[in-house]
């Protein structure tokens, strides 16, 4: 008797276990962890520099050849849209599989071509491959970050911030990967960048969807608890990085690194199964309670309220044009269509501030090499101020998502005028520049790092909270252009003609010809005073077209904006408790 009991009681156990176990990885918090697995490896774009000189040796290419791969590298990384339109007519594991197939196909014949394996290619075919490979990541981030905001649309700042966040790490963790799996060998790099992202974007293939919106008073915090893990691992990572560059490190150690590296990206999962664990109660005891209720008669209210969510909704199916109601735009946070945000007078604003903000700390990221270089600095301290920028645009990231959101929901602040502060801090970095004295790129590095990294997560979050989230998929990817556009403007346009000007000067003022040199070089701090007395300028212009949104959006930020996603997160509450009731009759 006792035997059957025991076992009856261990049968019983193991299926409330499964059970559990089905329950978890069906929910939204497990997505959410797939998803901050997903953005870490959605960053290879940030290892070129690792591996483009593997791919200058092994096919022959001079630097101009590889600035070309290098342009096809941000362009594919940067366009969006394609993804976004995508992702607006088809399902989310459907987006997430043609990316995963995008970046191996894409790297996996950059690898093939590096290693031999195949005959050498066009360099046109190689610029496919890479633009191929980087376009990947758009969608990626279109599948685990717009999913991951439609079902916490009340904590879209801290959920932009820590995917972005994650997005930022992802390159510096997959070099900790490397290292520890393949040892020092670049060309091994690539092979990695091509098979994990996708890898992980066909494992999570059917856990990111979207899901009911549900109200949970502590999700705050269990956000807060995710942001503690992104610091640590954030040091963590940034201090392996500087003692990988200072000493010589063992196979070992690499693999001791990458472990601890891959124990605090999964630590977020424990969070989470707690969370899951109180809910997965909480159910238990509202179905039991149910089941000993009897009730013969239901409120009407009841009945009312159920049969308004359960009755299928009465679809308009009439054919319109989608150019018929470009100008009958909609109150600011309901759902735009596609042309009626991107043709809005609010979207052109922030667009423009995007473009100069971003066009501007982009063109400061990539020349901060350069840059110190131009100033004398050595090798080591040029990897320091790298080091800087990566660090610190994990952390601009983070405080554009959680300290934006905290102001917003205590204070009414807008976003819009965040960013506008943002942009102001970034002037005073791009100055620290221009105007150079000792230390001053120690600072202008955390300042231009912060700042570009806040801005990303500010605009995406704005784009939502303006215009919807019904098209999101393609409209935050439309924001996203003003990325390459502004740095193809300030950067290729701007930057890198006044540098080759003030190189002239430098070559004339020592009696030399353009003939007689190899590269242009330019030594002194003229060579950027110009090119970012210009950036801090147009960055000016940018706060300020960023402060008329902040005036013109005012009254919109002091309303309740998340309002209707708590109305729509208390029906799936009522629809439970009026089944049970049904089930009890």
Same mark, same amino acid.
């Given at each position: 008797m006792v035997e059957v009991q025991t076992v009856g009681s261990t049968t019983t156990e193991s299926g409330g276990l499964l059970q559990f176990t089905l329950h978890v990885v069906r929910g939204r918090w497990f997505s959410l962890f797939a998803s901050f697995l997903i953005m870490s490896g959605a960053g290879a774009t940030y290892l070129f520099g690792s591996y483009s000189e593997e791919i200058k040796t092994a096919l022959g290419y001079d630097q101009t050849t590889l600035v070309l791969l290098g342009f096809f590298k941000d362009f594919g990384a940067n366009i969006g849209v394609i993804s976004g339109l995508i992702a607006e007519v088809s399902p989310t594991w459907f987006v997430l599989l043609v990316g995963a197939a995008m970046n191996f196909t894409g790297y996996f014949m950059i690898w093939l071509s590096v290693v031999g394996k195949i005959s050498k290619p066009k360099v046109w075919q190689m610029c496919i491959y890479i633009c191929l490979g980087a376009n990947s990541q758009n969608f990626a981030n279109t599948g685990a970050l717009v999913t991951s905001v439609r079902n916490f649309p009340e904590s879209r700042g801290n959920m932009i911030g820590l995917l972005k966040g994650f997005t930022g790490l992802s390159g510096a963790i997959m070099m900790q990967l490397y290292l520890a799996i393949y040892g020092n060998d670049a060309q091994s790099l690539i092979l990695l960048i091509a098979w994990l992202p996708a890898a992980l974007s066909v494992i999570f293939v059917y856990t990111i969807r979207e899901m009911k919106v549900v109200r949970q008073p502590n999700q705050q915090t269990v956000f807060y608890y995710c942001l503690l893990i992104a610091i640590v691992l954030a040091f963590f990572v940034m201090v392996m990085t500087l003692l990988q560059n200072a000493i010589s490190f063992s196979h070992a150690a690499y693999v001791v690194s990458a472990t601890v590296s891959c124990a605090l990206l999964f630590c977020p999962i424990l969070v989470f199964i707690r969370e899951e664990l109180t809910i997965w109660r909480q159910m238990k005891s509202s179905v039991d309670g149910a089941a000993n209720t009897i009730t013969e008669n239901p409120p009407v209210t009841v009945e009312k309220e159920m049969n308004q969510i359960l009755q299928p909704q009465k679809?308009?199916?009439?054919?319109?044009?989608?150019?018929? $109601?470009i100008f009958e735009k909609p109150a600011r946070g309901e759902d735009y269509t596609i042309l009626q945000a991107v043709l809005s007078t609010d979207m052109l604003i922030l667009f423009v501030a995007a473009l100069c903000g971003l066009g501007s700390s982009l063109t400061a990221v990539d020349n901060m090499g350069q840059i110190g270089g131009s100033l004398g600095y050595p090798k080591t301290t040029v990897k320091s101020f790298v080091s800087l920028l990566s660090i610190w645009n994990f952390f601009g990231r983070i405080f554009a998502g959680f300290v934006s959101e905290s102001l917003l929901v205590r204070y009414k602040f807008p976003r819009t005028l965040?960013?506008?502060?943002?942009?102001?801090?970034?002037? =005073?970095?791009?100055?620290? =520049?221009a105007? +150079?004295?000792?230390g001053s790129v120690y600072i202008a590095s955390v300042i231009i790092g912060f700042s570009f990294g806040a801005q990303l997560p500010l605009n995406l979050t704005i784009i939502s909270e303006l215009f919807g989230l019904k098209?999101?998929?393609?409209?935050? $990817?439309?924001?996203?252009?003003? $990325? +390459?556009?502004?740095?193809?403007?300030?950067?290729v346009q701007v930057t890198g003609p006044l540098y080759d000007r003030e190189a002239l000067r430098d070559l004339e003022k020592r009696g030399l010809s353009r003939a007689s040199v190899k590269e242009l070089t330019c030594m002194g701090s003229q060579c950027y005073r110009l090119a970012f007395i210009i950036l801090a300028g147009v960055t000016f212009f940018g706060a300020m077209a960023s402060? =008329?949104?902040?005036?013109?959006?005012?009254q919109f930020y002091k309303g309740d904006i998340y309002k209707k996603f708590r109305e729509q997160a208390e029906a799936p509450h009522i629809e439970m408790t009026s089944s049970n009731t049904i089930k009890t009759r």
């Open positions: 679809e308009n199916f009439e054919t319109t044009s989608c150019f018929s $109601n965040m960013m506008t502060l943002v942009l102001l801090l970034s002037c =005073i970095g791009l100055l620290f =520049i105007f +150079p004295f000792s098209y999101y998929s393609t409209l935050f $990817n439309c924001g996203q252009l003003a $990325n +390459p556009l502004g740095s193809y403007i300030l950067n402060l =008329i949104l902040a005036a013109r959006t005012r």
